[in-house]
Nanobody
Framework: QVQLVESGGGLVQAGGSLRLSCAAS????????MAWFRQGPGKEREFVAA????????YYTDSVKGRFTISRDNAKNTVYLQMNRLKPEDTAVYFC??????????????????WGQGTQVTVSS
């Protein structure tokens, strides 16, 4: 069992930065691939970034490449999403996900077993 708690969301002007954190509990965290998804108003949940449990592999959706960075600290059971040069279209609730099924596509919602409650990110123009 893994429990996930996101933090770090808020209101920021376009061009600004935020750092999201996802604190995980449960002994499987260190062996778990992790990801961030987001869901904007009236939109489906979409993939943002993912990281393997070793941090060797990272994945990003095209719209955030070069602006967002996913990282993790297994000693602290925490995964991060550093978001720079934020745009109004980044406005969404951001969710942390954990425990990807082996061999599944890291960008798919169905690939992950555990989810956090989400943290709101609002980018004003």
């Amino acid at each position: 069992q893994v429990q996930l708690v996101e933090s770090g969301g808020g209101l920021v002007q376009a061009g600004g930065s935020l750092r999201l954190s996802c604190a995980a509990s449960g002994r499987t965290f260190r062996m778990s691939d992790m990801a961030w998804f987001r869901q904007g108003p009236g939109k489906e949940r979409e993939f943002v970034a993912a990281i393997s449990w070793t941090s060797i592999s990272t994945y990003y959706t095209d719209s955030v490449k070069g602006r967002f960075t996913i990282s993790r600290d297994n000693a602290k059971n925490t995964v991060y999403l550093q978001m720079n040069r934020l745009k109004p279209e980044d406005t969404a609730v951001y969710f942390c996900a954990a425990d990807r099924s082996g061999g599944s596509d890291p960008s798919k919602v169905y690939a992950y077993k555990y989810w956090g409650q989400g943290t709101q990110v609002t980018v004003s123009s």
